[in-house]
């Protein structure tokens, strides 16, 4: 069996990128034939389709965006060495991690990119989700991803976890709490009810197809609201949060200079808990950046 090469990896890293063949021949300086060949080769080798028709051109199969995430790490840990060793200058840095909507996870983000202090990197965060999260993490487009587990998700998450070769570390487990603007007309309790927030809209980020309360983001999401507005974005959130007076529930891990005083977090009066974790790629070891990032997390996590 022939040996998979650098050239080939780069090869369906391209097209993926492109979203087309013809497209990545052109980047490539190679005959459209001579790229579509040496795909159908590759494909044939190890024996399954990275790449399906479509009416946009192609798109990635799910065998393929697995492979394709095996393929970017290798390439980019070749990408380090040939800068590192041949260039003879220092290798740009590369790091993403995938995230729900935590404003501590953007704090960590930012002690990550303080600590490392390299003059060349490319770090991405993706606030997305539940389901992508994971899908980044299997696929590897993401070296960490930050969920979070309840008594209501945690058999049909951890039993999709482990269909997906990923770990879940438990970073803290944290009490619920209801996150409202400073002026809402229950932040002056110490202690909210579920009742009380009946008439107030129930903010919540939406999860696209994926969209049962398995994966949401907000704990308790089972329950019957007389008002629902959902989100895609944790600003529209805050917004919505001081101009209707709404509300959604999390953790109370809450890096108040993120929003200023703005926002405040209460206690909610229920008996559950909130298990935030890592997940990460069995198949994979944690760089030095994840544990910079993993460190800041936990460091938050602590403090707060």
């Given amino acids: 069996m022939n040996k998979l090469t650098l050239q080939q990896l780069k090869y369906v890293l391209r097209v993926a990128e492109k979203g087309s063949i013809s497209e990545a021949a052109k980047s490539l300086f190679i005959s459209q034939p001579s790229l579509s060949n040496a795909i159908k080769e590759l ?9 399906t028709r ?8 799910n065998e393929g965006a697995e492979f394709l995430g095996y393929a970017r790490q290798v390439i980019q840990q070749a990408d380090m060495l040939e800068e590192k060793y041949l260039n003879g200058e220092p290798a740009k840095q590369r790091f993403c991690i995938s995230t729900q909507h935590y404003t501590f996870t953007a704090n960590a983000f930012v ?15 993706r606030e997305t989700k539940t389901y992508e999260i994971i899908e980044d993490v299997k ?14 998700n945690e058999t049909v998450i951890l039993k999709l976890l482990r269909e997906s070769n990923i770990s879940f570390s438990e970073l803290v487990t944290a009490k619920p709490h209801v996150f409202i603007s400073k002026t809402h007309p229950l932040a002056h309790k110490n202690l909210i009810q579920l009742e009380e927030l009946e008439d107030y809209p129930c903010l919540s980020f939406e999860q696209g197809e994926y969209n049962s309360f398995y994966f949401s983001e907000e704990i308790l999401s089972t329950r ?3 008002k629902s507005i959902k989100v895609s974005d944790r600003a529209a959130i805050v917004n919505f949060m001081i101009g209707l007076n709404g509300y959604t529930i999390s953790s109370g891990i809450f890096p108040k200079y993120l929003h200023g005083e703005q ?3 209460v ?4 008996e ?14 944690m760089t030095k950046l994840g544990e910079i990032y993993l460190d800041a997390l936990k460091k938050i996590a602590k403090e707060l």
């Fill in 111 to 125: 002690d990550l990119v303080k600590e490392f202090g390299g003059s060349e990197y490319e770090f991405t965060i």
């Fill in 272 to 285: 559950e808990d909130i298990k935030i974790g890592i997940i990460m790629h069995k198949d994979i070891t």
């Fill in 139 to 152: 696929n590897l487009r993401s070296e960490l991803g930050v969920i979070y587990l309840s008594k209501y």
């Fill in 224 to 226: 019957s609201v007389k």
């Fill in 54 to 61: 479509c009416n946009r051109g192609i798109a990635v199969s």
């Fill in 263 to 265: 926002i405040i977090a």
């Fill in 267 to 270: 206690p909610l009066k229920v």
């Fill in 43 to 51: 494909e044939k080798e190890i024996q399954i389709t990275i790449f």
